[in-house]
Nanobody, 123 residues
């Protein structure tokens, strides 16, 4: 299974970005997909997750109301729409997948990881 994250970049505070995570290899249409982020000198942290149907989602408190996770199983792609971005959102963002179960919030609970995409929010 390969996960390819894209869509990162440099944006001013208050701006928006949409990240994409395309999966290839084994089909993950029944999987839970998640987004995590890691800022310099910090631990990787949970951002958002979505179950296989898209009917259940979970968010970190720090991004609730600003970020939206969604998926298109026909395209094997997961998205993270990020609005009202803040400088503290600056990090490398990683997509992750697990093959079964419900929403998960911890790094150790995901078996597959993408390479990361840099998001930088200037003040």
């Amino acid at each position: 299974v390969q996960l390819q994250a894209s869509g990162g970049g440099l944006v001013q505070a208050g701006g928006s970005l949409r990240l994409s995570c395309a999966t290839s290899g084994r089909t993950l249409s029944s999987s839970v997909m998640g987004w995590f982020r890691q800022a310099p000198g910090k631990e990787r942290e949970f951002v958002a997750a979505i179950d296989w149907s898209g009917g259940s989602t979970g968010y970190a408190d720090s991004v609730k109301g600003r970020f939206t996770i969604s998926r298109d199983n026909a395209k094997n792609t997961v998205y993270l729409q990020m609005n009202s971005l803040k400088p503290e959102d600056t990090a490398v963002y990683y997509c992750a997948a697990r093959a079964y179960g419900g929403i998960r919030y911890y790094v150790s609970e995901y078996a597959y990881w993408g390479q990361g995409t840099q998001v930088t929010v200037s003040s």
